[in-house]
T-cell receptor, first 115, second 114 residues
Framework: DQQVKQNSPSLSVQEGRISILNCDYTNSMFDYFLWYKKYPAEGPTFLISISSIKDKNEDGRFTVFLNKSAKHLSLHIVPSQPGDSAVYFCAASLTRGGSNYKLTFGKGTLLTVNP | DSGVTQTPKHLITATGQRVTLRCSPRSGDLSVYWYQQSLDQGLQFLIQYYNGEERAKGNILERFSAQQFPDLHSELNLSSLELGDSALYFC?????????????FGPGTRLTVT
């Protein structure tokens, strides 16, 4: 039962254009959604998050949109840069008793930004 | 650099053996999480410890166990190893409150079982 799905295994965009990475989830109890970036031979690096009570969060070139009714979130990167080339994981969090619980990850999308 | 350290970076061992993976969380973080990343399963949550106590369990096999010590470092013990246990094992830590869900990952230990 895959509760967090990233249906696109890969995405290729031109430098300077927008990258849009998508993620769907099934569990309406998730209260935070996060995006992580992963380079080969490194651990995932936190990028940006959004609370389930919000619909948008922006941090520099990165914006995450949440559509709760559709159980869908997306990460927009504008403008895309070659250094953004990495695997992007969508993750969802449940908090219990006021503290972190496990992250449930999608399988990732490999983003390639071409110069 | 996330501030989370993991040792060793690579481990090669034979089936049936036992190994211990070590993790030191970021300074001040009380929660430690272990994840397994295999080619076909993606990143899977194994177990969480909070200030020395087990807080939550995920898809962790009975052959695997973990603990968190008083200095907050954690160890993941894998025994009776099988070929299918070959994977990347990540440790993550989070702030005490963890309200935003953010976890900070170490560089991982790559385990190869031959």
């Amino acid at each position: 039962d895959q509760q967090v799905k990233q249906n696109s295994p890969s995405l290729s965009v031109q430098e300077g254009r927008i990258s849009i990475l998508n993620c769907d989830y099934t569990n309406s109890m998730f209260d935070y959604f996060l995006w992580y970036k992963k380079y080969p031979a490194e651990g995932p690096t936190f990028l940006i998050s959004i609370s389930s009570i919000k619909d948008k969060n922006e941090d520099g070139r990165f914006t995450v949109f949440l559509n709760k009714s559709a159980k869908h979130l997306s990460l927009h990167i504008v403008p895309s840069q070659p250094g953004d080339s990495a695997v992007y994981f969508c993750a969802a969090s449940l908090t219990r008793g006021g503290s972190n619980y496990k992250l449930t990850f999608g399988k990732g999308t490999l983003l390639t930004v071409n110069p | 650099d996330s501030g989370v350290t993991q040792t060793p970076k690579h481990l090669i061992t034979a089936t049936g053996q036992r190994v211990t993976l070590r993790c030191s969380p970021r300074s001040g973080d009380l929660s430690v999480y272990w994840y397994q990343q295999s080619l076909d399963q993606g990143l899977q949550f194994l177990i969480q410890y909070y200030n020395g106590e087990e807080r939550a369990k995920g898809n962790i096999l009975e052959r695997f166990s973990a603990q968190q010590f008083p200095d907050l470092h954690s160890e993941l013990n894998l025994s009776s190893l099988e070929l299918g246990d070959s994977a990347l094992y990540f440790c993550a830590s989070s702030e005490t409150s963890g309200r935003t869900g953010e976890q900070y990952f170490g560089p991982g230990t790559r385990l190869t079982v031959t």
